[in-house]
């Protein structure tokens, strides 16, 4: 994997991060479970992207 795979994939995981923290905090601030439901979609949909990237970038390395 090269270096900017790596700082690509890192930057992914920090944006999910950064986006599960913001479903604390709007969980915390009273927002509808719908609202907070479709903001866990889509991170889950985020999180199964960089899973797939993952892969792709491993397997391209071997």
């Known amino acids: 994997m ?5 700082a690509l994939l890192k930057q992914n995981e920090q944006r999910i991060r950064q986006r599960l923290e913001v ?4 969980k915390e601030a009273g927002v509808k479970q719908r609202t907070l439901d479709k ?3 889509q991170v889950s949909y985020e999180k199964k992207e960089l ?8 397997a391209d390395g071997k």
């Open 51 to 58: 899973d797939l990237l993952k892969a792709r970038f491993e």
């Open 39 to 41: 903001m866990i979609v």
């Open 23 to 26: 479903i604390i905090h709007a």
């Open 2 to 6: 090269t270096a900017r795979q790596q």
